[in-house]
């Protein structure tokens, strides 16, 4: 129950993946001869496959190697080719690492940056985005959905306060694509960063979307080479892994609906399990506005990390993101909702997904239940705190 970290390969995707591993090995970039052609083509398939996902045309699409390479791109492409109309970048707190550490690299060359706030649901204020736009704001870069608690962000607002101000707009949609309904068109969105495993594709290929019509977005490459992807991003295509992502991006929207419902229920009762069998347990993140497959709870009186080292040969769960999940302490997300220092150690992120099935929902309670109990049976704390209101 870890799939906000990454999720296992759809046998559907490894299908459609295994003639580009094997006989279809062409170069795509090689048009002299038909195997090149044939690469170009099943490339140029996936493009529109991911490209349809959330409304927009092949041309706007540039693959990369994941959406830590997306955000790269998007964010130190426009610093770049932008300086003379401006220096200033508006984002949240709560962004992924791989917005806010090359934000903090652009800082160091010139860049200024505005890190919006977040309430304790985790949610921007419109008020404070306003009122921070100036007349050097060249991007706005806030993500659709928060990968610890799961908050989504009114993305097609932000997008219209953008348009009207003239300011690019950049979403990292991660954690969204597959899992709410995306549209550039409709949410205003001028960039948007995605990844194949985090919807059952291949790990190490991911995409840029760049808006090319009203307006066009012009890129600085960070990669330079033999001008693919439009100049944008060199390098000979990972043909598999993009055949491989089309695939994922054309189950994940098909299934949207079916699959979003199916899962918001496996974690709704995976909530109310807990809720029915332990006391002092209490919910991170937005009540309504949040992802259906996120559920980040904090078990008060229990150390989170020996909670998932008890849990850990039978659950995969984790207490934050997986990329900052080698640095101690509690999660900088966490700590932006302003949650009480000890209840941020005890937070526990589960991460539900296409395979995960009822059966397993209630093995999960089971198991967590029975663990939590344990580990406070052995705290003085607890102890202490239950006898005080009895
Ligand atoms: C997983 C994730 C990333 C990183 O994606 P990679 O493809 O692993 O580089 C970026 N942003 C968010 C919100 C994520 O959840």
Do not use: W
């Amino acid at each position: 129950m870890d799939y906000h970290a990454t999720s296992p390969l759809d046998p559907r995707v490894l299908d459609a993946m295994m003639p580009a591993l094997t006989t279809d090995f062409g170069n795509a970039a090689s048009r002299t001869h038909s195997f090149g052609r044939h690469a170009e083509s099943l490339v140029e398939t996936a493009r529109a496959q991911v490209a349809h996902s959330f409304g927009a045309q092949s041309d706007e699409i540039i693959f990369t190697s994941g959406a830590t390479e997306a955000n790269n791109i998007a964010l130190k492409g426009i610093a770049e080719a932008y300086r003379q109309k401006g220096n200033h970048i508006i984002t949240q707190v709560t962004e992924h690492k791989s917005v806010l550490d090359p934000l903090k690299y652009l800082e160091k060359n010139g860049i200024q940056v505005t890190y919006l706030p977040v309430d304790q649901q985790g949610s921007i204020s419109l008020e404070n985005l306003k009122k921070a736009i100036t007349e050097k704001t060249i991007l706005i870069s806030i993500m659709s959905a928060n990968n610890e608690i799961g908050t989504i962000q009114p993305t097609e607002t932000i997008g219209k306060i953008a348009k009207e101000r003239g300011i690019f707009f950049h979403v990292d949609a991660a954690q969204t694509l597959g899992k709410i309904s995306m549209d550039v068109e409709k949410q205003g969105i001028d960039l948007l960063s995605c990844t194949a495993h985090k919807i059952c594709g291949p790990k190490g290929i991911g995409a840029l979307y760049v808006r090319k019509k009203n307006p066009h977005v012009h890129l600085n490459p960070l990669i330079h080479g033999g001008g693919h992807e439009g100049g944008i991003r060199s390098g000979t295509l990972n043909v598999p892994g993009i055949v491989g992502f089309g695939k994922a991006c054309e189950l994940a929207v098909a299934e949207m609906d079916k699959e979003s419902a199916r899962v918001r229920k496996l974690r709704d009762k995976l909530k109310a399990g807990l809720e029915k069998e332990l006391d002092q347990i209490y919910v991170n993140g937005h009540p309504t506005e949040r992802l259906p497959n996120n559920l980040n709870i904090s078990f008060a009186y229990i150390d989170g990390q020996s909670l998932l080292t008890s849990l850990g040969e039978t659950v995969a769960v984790s207490a934050g993101s997986a990329c900052i999940s080698g640095t101690p302490g509690p999660s900088f997300v966490l700590k932006a909702i302003g949650i009480r220092e000890d209840l941020a150690h005890t937070a526990v992120r589960f991460g539900l997904g296409r395979f995960n099935t009822e059966e397993e929902v209630d093995r999960v309670i089971d198991v967590v239940v029975k663990t939590v109990k344990k580990l406070r049976a052995m705290s003085p704390l607890y102890q202490a705190d239950k006898r005080s209101h009895e």
